[in-house]
């Protein structure tokens, strides 16, 4: 397992994952006198206590159905449909070993430890037990997305920056930093869902809010275009670009192409 201080390569994550997903036992250590809530996973609802992390990732993946990833899915609509734009919703981030694919299903992994957590509570009699398990995970997590961000520090350093040192309220907004890169969405929209959506101080009004501007643009994008922006949470410059695409009021493809060059980036 790896260690504060210590350097570490894609193969001791990877180990550490098999570690401390062999943890499962920690349900176990839950007091099965209290009752132990359902989390909606897509259409259904899943009792963490009652599966393995790989099982609960698996139902995950089944689930919300992200693979192939909406942002690849809603770049490639916009090019069946004739759009010509050189912005991409998907990025490509370097991954350091690691497969996008693996990167989700870890992080479901250590989803499952979060909802464990939050769901449940342990036994008096094993809480030690319970509570190391769960620091593990939570590190391990942290630790994690700390090897992305290394990986992506140009455009991945503000998230980092903005989960500096943190706790077991942060939990959420790490998964879904660690996501939004396995999904290879736009930089951009993993700071809007990470950071400023799923958030530890958002209350529920501004997080009603907010759902509804993205439940809103969504369905414009459907009614008006055929655009199905899959489950996307589409930061404010991302919605901006994609509605200027889609009326044609974008700046004109040969100057984005020129400036890109110019740039030397593709965004």
Known sequence: MINQGDKFTFLDLQQSMREICAYDDIRKYIDNRQPNAIVLVGDRGVNPSKCSPDEYAAACILGYRD???SAIHLDQQLRDKGFKTAYKFSYKYRNGGLTSEQIVHD?????WFQQLY?????????ADKYFGAVDNAFRLSYYYAQYLWTQNWRVAGNIAG????????????????ILGIGFQFNPLDVY???IEHTSPTITKKQFDVRYSEQLAFK???????????????????????LHKIVTRTDTPYYLQVISNIILGHNR
């Open 67 to 69: 693979i192939p990833s």
């Open 107 to 111: 992080a479901y992994c250590l989803d």
């Open 118 to 126: 939050r769901t449940s509570a342990p036994h008096k009699k094993y």
């Open 162 to 177: 903005a989960l500096r040192m943190p706790n077991e309220s942060q939990w959420a907004q790490i998964i879904s930093a």
């Open 192 to 194: 809007e869902y990470a």
């Open 219 to 241: 369905k414009e994008m459907m009614d008006k275009y055929g655009i199905d922006t899959g489950c996307l949470v589409l930061s404010p410059q991302s919605r901006d670009k």
